[in-house]
């Protein structure tokens, strides 16, 4: 069975310039995370969506990010415009439900420069 | 305070070794428990997850929590050079979806 499947798994751009990372969840999970994890510390949550609902977006910077999961199976993560500070690795996860067997997909890696 | 506090690590110990890793928290909601390992370059993968006080062991892992000190931990036995990762623990609250991760140890096993 495939994994949760993240693309492009490496993104340079220049500041200023819009980016955007895909998410393939694993068959069947209802809920989709998107996670942002900066270098030597823990994912921290920008979006959960439940089916095609944004369940819980507080934590997401909403002036330059944006999201989507169309027909509540893939999901597209977008940040427009892009800052120095944004550079991390973003974490697409799903699960079937509640707080247990959350899987993680190999996250992308952006570097705005 | 952070809400999730790790020991920083790094932590290198031999083949063989007992691996201790601990998490500390502040929020006594927290209910559900887990650990993750995270290879360099790679997603997190879950571990082990725990619900409120106890023990729970899967092979050469066990966690433990202690909810009176707000203190869980993750023994390794018999550590191996392909334990070598760095280990997240993550919470959440009894009916919440949001877990909060720890910033993670890194562990090295030296042949």
């Known amino acids: 069975e495939a994994g949760v499947v993240q693309s492009p798994r490496y993104k340079i751009i220049e500041k200023k310039q819009p980016v955007a990372f895909w998410c393939n969840p694993i068959s069947g999970h209802n809920t989709l995370y998107w996670y942002l994890q900066n270098l030597g510390q823990g994912p921290e949550l920008l979006i959960r969506y439940e089916n095609e609902e944004a369940v819980d977006d507080s934590q997401l910077p909403k002036d330059r990010f944006s999201a989507e999961r169309l027909k509540g199976v893939d999901s597209t993560l977008k940040i427009q415009p892009a800052e120095l500070g944004d550079s991390a690795v973003y974490l697409c996860?799903?699960?079937?439900?509640?707080?247990?067997?959350?899987?993680f997909g190999q996250g992308t890696r952006l570097t705005v420069v | 305070q952070k809400e999730v506090e790790q020991d920083p690590g790094p932590l290198s110990v031999p083949e063989g070794a007992i691996v201790s890793l601990n998490c500390t928290y502040s929020?006594?909601?927290?209910?559900?428990f887990m650990w993750y390992r995270q290879y360099s370059r790679k997603g997190p993968e879950l571990l082990m997850y725990t619900y409120s006080s106890g023990n729970k062991e899967d092979g050469r892992f066990t966690a433990q929590v202690d909810k009176s000190s707000k203190y869980i931990s993750l023994f390794i036995r018999d550590s191996q050079p392909s334990d070598s990762a760095t280990y997240l623990c993550?919470?959440?609250?009894?009916?919440?979806?949001?877990?909060?991760f720890g910033p993670g140890t890194r562990l090295s096993v030296l042949p």
């Open positions: 929020n006594s909601a927290f209910q559900y």
């Open positions: 993550a919470m959440s609250a009894l009916g919440g979806q949001n877990f909060v």
């Open positions: 996860a799903s699960s079937l439900g509640g707080d247990r067997d959350v899987f």
